[in-house]
């Protein structure tokens, strides 16, 4: 005879009749969707709480790579709230756990770091309900998001069926390369996850279903170089890049999903009156698209090559070589996801629920994001807003506005959470 038994249950009965789509009909909510029901008014009641949390992790600087002050942070918040067991992994990320069960893992993500450089000064101002100040919404919001959750998670005794991960993470910002990510998804549980979900800035029901992918590069064009009068007629790798970048400004893009490229940046050069020894440039490709990047990737190396080629053609007699490296900055892989997919169909129908009329009403979307790299490997994940509203991200004037409703991120994650996770009740 079991000496205890458990129930698994998913709030989609609550979803269900609180989103009206079984109006009519008498329903009676089963004990998870009231313990479910309990933690939306908990959130609620946090409000406050929420925001103190918000400002106090916003004045705790973390430039990308020197998230670990932030991280030790926030590590100890989340043993106040019961966590004794949160840890730092070997690339910095803080990894809480609730749960145990056999049943799905869901792991949920707020990035820790900013863009801002060492010497910003990240200190806050508030009026009223307005909080101004670097990363304030970019991703302080998420991560005090994804403390009150915590918070609730224990207050309430709701317990998932399997595993919720809650993860304050490194490497999202465009130099972090994801990865503290790339870790999470290939070290520490490699093949354990079953649903991720990232807590990422302000905002109402958007969610990012779809990942956009990036290949950015640095590109060196090297030579010898010599005098402009005394050389001249020495092929010259500043030469050999301005035609490459004449070949890759009239490239033409795949069809399907958007897909564009950026030269952002060029470099090199010693004087006016110098063949350079070298210069270089760096290039952003972007698509939805994985077949589309690689088909980009090969057109750029194409025109690079081409452009090489024309300044050997135009000085036959030169025997100085032109050689072209080409360094990473970033790849952030992407996948399809279908807006079918049951994570996006699950927080559309979260959504649902506290749809308003004005910021509630679920759309989906493509962006650039930590959900980026599951998204690559098959696994089920998507980015959602904390709540509230801001504007100004990746820039000193950033800002955050605690809307009357700004609990409503919690409660989004919380309902997408439980219902992907299911609820255990003791017997
Ligand atoms: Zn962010």
């Known amino acids: 005879m079991p000496t205890s038994r458990s129930v698994l249950v998913r709030p989609f009965l609550l979803m269900a009749t609180l989103a009206g789509t079984l109006s009519g009909q008498a329903v009676r909510l089963t004990d998870g969707d009231l313990l479910v029901q ?6 609620q009641h946090d409000q406050a709480w929420t925001l103190a949390q918000q400002i106090a992790i916003c ?27 949160t840890r730092i992994d070997a690339v910095g990320n ?3 756990q609730l749960g145990a069960g056999t049943g799905p893992t869901v792991m949920v993500a707020a990035h820790l770091d900013t863009v801002f450089p060492e010497e910003t000064d990240v200190r806050t101002t508030r009026i009223d309900d307005r909080v101004a100040g670097p990363g304030i919404g970019d991703n302080c919001r998420g991560v005090a998001v994804l403390l009150t959750l915590a918070k609730v998670f224990k207050e309430t005794g709701l317990t998932p069926d399997g595993r919720v991960l809650l993860v304050g993470n490194v490497g999202e910002e465009g130099p972090g390369n994801l990865r503290g990510m790339r870790h999470l998804f290939t070290a520490e549980f490699p093949r354990e996850i079953d649903y991720f979900i990232s807590i990422d800035s302000p905002g109402g029901a958007r969610i990012v279903s779809r990942a956009v992918g990036s290949h950015r590069y640095t590109i060196t064009f090297a030579g010898p170089g010599g005098h402009s009068y005394g050389a001249f007629g020495m092929t010259n790798p500043m030469h050999a890049m301005g035609r490459a970048i004449a070949h890759i400004a009239a490239l033409e893009v795949p069809d399907g999903p958007k897909t564009t490229f950026n030269v952002g940046v060029v470099r090199g050069g010693t004087s006016v009156n110098t063949i350079t020894p070298q210069a270089s440039m760096e290039v952003d490709l972007r698509s939805e698209s994985a077949d589309n990047l690689r088909e980009m990737d090969q057109r750029l190396q194409d025109a690079v090559a081409r452009g090489v080629a024309e300044e050997l053609a135009r000085w036959p007699a030169s025997r100085a070589p032109i050689t072209v490296r080409y360094d990473t900055i970033g790849i952030r892989p992407t996948g399809g996801q279908s807006d079918d997919a049951f994570i996006v169909r699950t927080a559309k129908a979260a959504a649902a629920l506290l749809d308003d009329g004005l910021n509630w009403t679920p759309r989906t979307t493509a962006s650039s994001t930590d959900a980026n790299l599951p998204i690559s490997l098959g696994i089920p994940a998507i980015t959602i807003s904390g709540g509230g509203a801001g504007g100004g991200a990746h820039g000193t004037e950033e800002w955050y506005r605690d809307t009357a409703d700004a609990y409503k991120g919690p409660q989004f994650a919380l309902l997408i959470i439980t219902a992907l996770a299911g609820v255990r009740l003791a017997p």
């Open 38 to 43: 309990r933690a939306l008014a908990s959130l």
């Open 59 to 85: 004045e705790i600087p973390a430039p990308p790579f020197k998230e670990a002050t932030r991280a030790e942070d926030f590590k100890r918040r989340l043993i106040a709230l019961g966590y004794l067991d």
């Open 94 to 96: 803080v990894i809480a």
